[in-house]
């Protein structure tokens, strides 16, 4: 998602942390589907980052029904889109 506007452009990295935390809860309650725990971390950890503290909350509570493995993956999906900015 890019914003455009004359010769600038504003990339997800603009992203609001709110928003960031919908996306989180979105994916952790299945709004979309089938509930993905994984994305939901990778999310609500963006969130944590830009100073969302109910997004760490969240976060430290659904890591508590993750496997390691997933949570070392939605981490590495939180770098990666994280580099991609």
């Not at 969302?52 to 990666?80: H, V």
């Amino acid at each position: 998602m890019a914003i455009m506007g004359g010769t600038a452009a504003c990339t997800t990295a603009c992203t609001p942390a709110s928003i960031l935390f919908q996306m989180g809860l979105d994916c952790a309650a299945g709004r979309t589907g089938t509930a993905d725990l994984v994305s939901a971390h990778k999310w609500f950890n963006l969130a944590a980052m830009k100073g969302n503290t109910e997004a760490a909350r969240y976060r430290k509570e659904i890591s508590g029904e993750m496997t390691a493995a997933d949570i070392a993956t939605a981490q590495r999906l939180a770098r990666e889109w994280l580099r991609l900015q």
